[in-house]
Structures are given as C-alpha cells and as structure tokens.
DNA sequence: TTATGTTTTGCAACGCTGTTGCAGGATAAA
DNA sequence: TTTATCCTGCAACAGCGTTGCAAAACATAA
C-alpha cells in the first residue's frame, strides 16, 4: 500500500478506507484529470456509485483534488501544490486534447492577469485550452 | 415580432417556427447567459423539453449561440460578433457573479496569447472568471 | 484485545440533464 | 393548393448527482 496515499489521508483527518484509497492511487498512477464514470469504470464494481461520488466530494472539500471543466462535463485532478481547505491555488491550465480526449493540467503554465471593467473583481480563474497535446500532434 | 429574429433566421436558412422566435427573442432580452433550464422556465409550459433542447443544438451548429462553460453546468450565448458554422472567434472572457450567480460575456477582454509548451497547439480557448460583478460589488 | 462512539459505506429511491426514434404537423417553395 | 422537407411532441431511455437510512468499518481509549 503506498505511503504516500497512507499519509495524503492522515494530514487531513480521513479516515484510511479501502475505496479512498483505490482513489487515491488511480489519480497518481493515470496523470490525466478523471471524471466520476472513468473512476467508476476503472475501479469496477468494487464500489457503490454514491460511494465514489461521496469521495470525491470529500477530497475537494479537503482539497486534495481540483475540478477540471470540460465541454463534456466535470472532470478531478490531483492538487500537486500544496492546497488545504482554506487556501487553493490554481491558476494554472488545463489542456484538452481533440485527438486522444484527454484532459490534464500544465503546472507550469499560469493564467495571466486580466484588467478587468470598473467594479468587477475576481475570486477564481479558470482556463481550458483545446488543442492537440504534444503526443497526438507528433503523428 | 422582432426583425432581428427573423432575419437571423432566414440568414442561416432556419424555418421561422414559434419555438425558434422566443428562444432567440429570451436571449435578446435578458442578457445573461442561459442554460437549458432557464429557457424551459423562462418559456412555460410552451414547448417541449426536447425541442428546446433541439433548438439550441441547432443554434449552436449554425454559429447563432455559443457555449459557456460554468461549474454548475453549461450555458449559451448569443454571438454577438458574426459567426459562421465554420468560422467561430469566441476568445472574449466569462464571468460568473458568485453574488447573483449570473453568467455573462466580457466581450471587450480578449484571452491573452499564452506560449504553450513543446508540441502543444492550441484550437480554442475559454476562460471563466468567478467574482463579483459590477452591480454585486456595490453593495 | 475488546468495547465504544463516530465515520463511511451500500442500497433504494429520486429528480434533473441530455439523447434517440418515430409519427404527426407545420413550413416554404413551386 | 400541392408537395417535399423540416420541426415538433411524445415516449422512452441512459447518465449524472443527491438524499435518507440502516448496517458495516474505523480509530480511540480502556
């Protein structure tokens, strides 16, 4: 069992179980952002649907995952900076491929600041390019 | 009944029904972005889920809406520059009011250019911003 | 190790979103 | 007015996401 899930779990208060887990270990092993159904699909008939949802729910909530929009819906991703409850940062983007339909985040890309019109002001940016990603574009 | 509608329309050689008439006519009027539900609210008992749904599809195909991406969901927009079926330009900024939830197009703000890593091409950009809105941030 | 209180899970059920097939009805053009 | 084409409404379906509740699993302290 890797240590890594052990200890993410621990630092913040969650209960070690199996599914939270198996979770856990799907987002590092697969890099890309998961949707509900790909972890469903993925992790078989091991858990209930709920189940799955109320794990995800858990995890952004502690803010061990992100959301990630996307055209075709909802997808989570690992927060590799260190991000807590209370204090998110991502500002960095998402990519999605047209060709493979994969969504992951460019860490090292971040979103530019925007001056905004009189009286707006800004909470959380979000920004989602569609492209080719580097693997489907070689062909 | 309002020309604009009917022109815009004929222009994309769309028949000229009912359920086509009020959908644009609710976009005109309110000027928020507008999900699915909105519309079947906003239009009563008047038209089929279905062809609400049908309608936008359409509107989409023809370049006559476009979407916009928002945590609880998608939404529309009517496209105010001229957009064919094959030539969109929908690089301006949304915003979404976390005050009074409203969703709307900051069609002055352009996404600015960003250099993208090895390989990557880009085809199509969304940014959304989450904050207060002028009016919100008021009171 | 066992007993305890608290957290999680699975199940059943529900509402909402979005799609498809098909038959009947409306539209535009001759 | 006729006709071919396009739209609409209905029925049905699959998927997403949530809630309430009882049973099971967990962490802690004895």
């Known amino acids: 069992m890797n240590q890594f899930v052990k200890n993410t779990l621990k630092d913040h208060s969650l209960r070690n179980t199996l599914c939270r ?25 091991k858990f209930d649907r ?7 729910k858990t995890f952004l909530e502690k803010g061990i995952i ?3 929009l996307d055209e075709e ?11 807590t409850e209370h204090n998110h940062h991502h500002d960095h983007v998402h990519f999605k491929c047209s060709e493979c339909g994969q969504t992951n985040c460019l860490e090292s890309l971040h979103i ?13 940016m979000n920004l989602l390019i569609q492209g080719l990603c580097a693997a489907c574009s070689e062909n």
Do not use: N, W
């Open 73 to 83: 819906g909802m997808r989570y991703a690992l927060c590799k900076e260190r991000c």
């Open 112 to 124: 530019p600041s925007i001056q905004l019109p009189a009286g707006y002001h800004a909470q959380e």
């Open 21 to 45: 887990e198996d979770i856990l270990e799907t987002f590092l092993s697969r890099e890309v952002a998961l949707s509900h159904g790909d972890l469903e699909h993925s992790l078989g008939e």
């Open 66 to 68: 992100h959301k990630v």
């Open 50 to 56: 709920v189940t799955i949802y109320r794990t995800l």
